[in-house]
């Protein structure tokens, strides 16, 4: 049975496409979508995993956004369908850690080919639409990874910079046609995101120079990860939900564990000063003081 939506209700019906709708926070923001009264159409290369989401009443489309030509043809079928797309939220990407040294060329080129390229291939495919009807909004969901680089992910952080140039470029070539472009900044979110990349970035590293430290940051990555500290992902659905529902929306929403301050902190802080700053949070063991019940009574 399908629950209430749980946090802004549509105040107009809109047609919307949102990438990497198969798991994680593409999944959740598909549904609450659907669920205000929205149009929603999620894309996926895992078409299978979405299909709890037509319960909801989301439309699959099966979808690498690594091909340009099924990309023009997702956005055609929408087209086809709604006769037009309101707002397209771009989603999909990836984190694959490791140092410029060891990770493979091949792997960085696919890296900015789902996270960059794909993205602008969408971009570029909705933009015609929403050009001649002078409305619409792009959603892109970056990172404060795209603001400051952490130890050990110089590709993964490359591609988030180069979604942030080419949404604040877009925004200012859209404006004048009423497109509005939305940059979604998560910090730290639980979810699976962490584990993924620290996986990468430990084979990565085997039998290289790096091992011993890309081990002891993937532990530390894991370990971060799997603490309290993180922020649940809805915080980063009533995001995307903020913006897709906003007559005028905000540029950024930087949201999530961290990311005011340590955006903040990059600004203000000595390069060498927030280089120490960032390693040394990866490598900190968390110090959580024991439970009542786990402190030993003085004898």
């Not at 799997?226 to 005028?248: E, F, Q």
Request: aromatic share 8%; hydrophobic share 40%.
């Amino acid at each position: 049975m399908a629950k209430k939506p749980s946090t802004v209700k549509a105040v107009d019906k809109k047609a919307i496409l949102i990438t990497g709708a198969s798991s994680g926070m593409g999944f959740e923001a598909a549904k609450e979508l659907a669920l205000q009264g929205h149009s929603v159409y999620g894309a996926a290369r895992r078409v299978e995993r979405m299909a709890p989401l037509t319960e909801y009443g989301v439309h699959t489309i099966e979808l690498d956004v690594t091909d340009e030509e099924a990309c023009k043809d997702a956005v055609g079928r929408v087209v086809a369908e709604r006769g037009r797309i309101d707002v397209l939220v771009n989603n999909a990407g990836y984190g694959s850690f490791g140092t410029i040294e060891d990770v493979e060329i091949d792997e960085a080129r696919r890296q900015f080919d789902v996270n960059v390229f794909g993205l602008a291939a969408l971009t570029k495919a909705v933009m015609p639409q929403m050009r001649e009807r002078r409305s619409g909004t792009i959603v892109n969901v970056s990172s404060m990874g795209g603001r400051l680089v952490t130890f050990m992910g110089g590709w993964y952080h490359a591609t988030k910079y180069a979604v942030e140039a080419l949404s604040d470029a877009l925004r200012m070539e859209a404006a004048e046609f009423g497109i509005d472009v939305v940059l979604i900044e998560p910090g730290g979110i639980k979810t699976e995101w962490g584990n993924i990349a620290a996986d990468h970035l430990a084979e990565s590293s085997k039998g290289g120079a790096y091992e011993q430290t890309a081990s002891k940051a993937a532990e530390g990555m894991r370990r971060q990860y799997s603490g309290k500290m993180m922020s649940d992902p809805d915080v980063v659905v009533r995001a995307i939900s903020r913006a897709v529902n906003a007559k005028r929306p905000r540029p950024r929403y930087l949201i999530g564990f961290g990311a005011k301050p340590l955006v903040a902190a990059h600004a203000v802080l000595p390069t060498r000063a927030f280089d120490w700053f960032v390693k040394k949070a990866v490598f900190t063991p968390s110090r959580r003081k024991p439970r009542r019940s786990q402190q030993r009574r003085p004898q």
